[in-house]
């Protein structure tokens, strides 16, 4: 830190003190600074106009670039920037952050004065990822119950479009409250062509209002304009699920079958979601032949392109009474062995999840209780076959919801006991979440 005692540098230090220091916090999940930013940030802390420049010119001493280093990375405006990194977490968790301790005199630690005047000065300068990162650690670590809404509002009023939305999307989802949430969220769905904006903070600002008036009119909007199709995909399905049981989301399902398969395989998925909870024998219909059309084209799904990730995701709908896909789920159904492959395990895993997600599902439940039956009773060969053969890949879901529609419940309680037994000898078995649910099934046997 002997930074801050030469006067061309002076600055560098403190703010080397203050990036590690929101590094290195275990209550931020998130960490973004441009050389851009960090310099600022000296330059306001330092009082020194020329530092930007000197750096620009002769790049970073020493003591800096055994710390830190730069790479280049693309804005959503596709600008490039200097990003900054650290060498090594452990020299922000374990090094920087104790300097204040040793060089005391320099006064490292930022007093809320003057964090204030600095988040005040980055939001005047409209450095949007560095006021934010200010921001998170002056209201949510600094004053804790102090929640900042206005002034982080007033940084999204400024440049919404350019703001890094991965880290708006973070604050958004953790650190703010309820009603602000809902209070920024609102703000992004009432800009004119606000489906524009970068998709991750559209589609977290629809589903946090997906049951508020704002989020619905906001989907509606979205998939009543005219391309709707070429919007991106994360967006256009997240309206969808919103406005699954309207004529509009049913209109937009229809209009994305009929395109067909050059479209991205999530938004085949979810329209097709949509249909086919459906009342009309129109749209059940064209959701037939769209689903038995990818059944004929896959064959092979692992030798046919394009449509491998839209034929295991069929799987995740609640189970569509559709002659083909019946035949599938029958066939994944019978098709279960101790000493099957890791993917049929977890195909029965998406199988029984849907039974356990869509209790309504008709068929079938007799072949089903009969699987769990079968899995619980071969339970330890099938984990003892799976540690043989891919000890870092264990899949026990399959297992675990066995225990929702085995019968006898006998059964179910002789399993339970077996699997707690088991977990007394392998420790790392007793953290899965197959042994907690064993667990819970025998206190709940013996507490009633």
Excluded at 292 to 320: A, C, E
Aim: aromatic letters at 12%; glycine letters at 4%.
């Amino acid at each position: 830190m002997d930074l801050e005692n030469e006067n061309r540098y002076q600055g560098l230090g403190k703010a080397l003190y203050l990036i590690a220091e929101i590094y290195a916090h275990p209550a931020l999940n998130y960490f973004s600074f441009s050389e851009e930013s960090f310099l600022k940030i000296a330059n306001f802390l330092g009082n020194n106009t020329e530092l930007a420049d000197r750096i620009n010119i002769n790049g970073f001493p020493e003591q800096v670039k055994s710390l830190l280093h730069t790479k280049i990375a693309t804005a959503k405006n596709m600008v490039e920037y200097k990003k900054i990194y650290f060498n090594h977490d452990v020299l922000a968790e374990e090094g920087v952050i104790y300097a204040n301790n040793i060089y005391s005199e320099l006064k490292l630690e930022l007093e809320l004065f003057d964090l204030k005047k600095l988040f005040e000065y980055l939001a005047e300068q409209c450095d949007l990822t560095g006021s934010l990162m200010l921001w998170l650690w002056l209201y949510t670590i600094k004053l804790k119950n102090n929640t900042g809404g206005d002034e982080l509002l007033a940084i999204i009023r400024k440049e919404l479009n350019l703001i890094p939305s991965s880290l708006l999307v973070y604050i958004i989802k953790n650190k703010v409250t309820s009603e602000f949430k809902k209070k920024i969220c609102k703000y992004i769905l009432e800009q004119d062509a606000f489906f524009k904006l970068p998709h991750p903070i559209v589609s977290t600002a629809l589903k946090i209002l997906q049951n508020e008036e704002t989020g619905q009119t906001a989907a509606k909007t979205i998939l009543e304009q005219k391309a709707f199709i070429k919007l991106p995909f994360e967006i256009v399905s997240t309206a969808l699920k919103i406005l699954q049981n309207e004529e509009t989301g049913k209109n937009a399902a229809k209009t994305i079958l009929k395109r067909g398969f050059r479209l991205p395989t999530f938004l085949l998925f979810n329209a097709i979601k949509v249909l086919s909870n459906s009342e009309e024998d129109a749209d059940k219909h064209l959701t037939e032949i769209f689903v038995k059309d990818i059944y004929d084209k896959i064959k092979y799904p692992q030798k046919t392109k394009g449509f491998v990730r839209l034929y295991y995701d069929l799987l995740y709908i609640s189970l569509m009474d559709i002659p083909a896909h019946r035949k599938r789920v029958f066939n994944i159904i019978k098709s279960y062995k101790p000493k099957s492959v890791r993917n049929k395990k977890y195909n029965i895993f998406k199988v029984l999840k849907c039974y356990s997600d869509y209790p309504d599902i008709k068929y079938y439940k007799t072949e089903i209780i009969n699987l769990c039956k079968r899995i619980l009773e071969k339970w330890y060969e099938d984990v003892q076959y799976q540690v043989a053969k891919n000890p870092h890949e264990l899949i026990f879901g399959h297992i675990d919801l066995a225990f929702s529609f085995a019968e006898p419940k006998e059964l179910s309680l002789k399993a339970a006991k077996e699997i707690v037994s088991y977990g007394g000898i392998d420790k790392n078995f007793k953290q899965s979440q197959l042994y907690k649910t064993a667990m819970d099934i025998i206190n709940t046997v013996e507490f009633t």
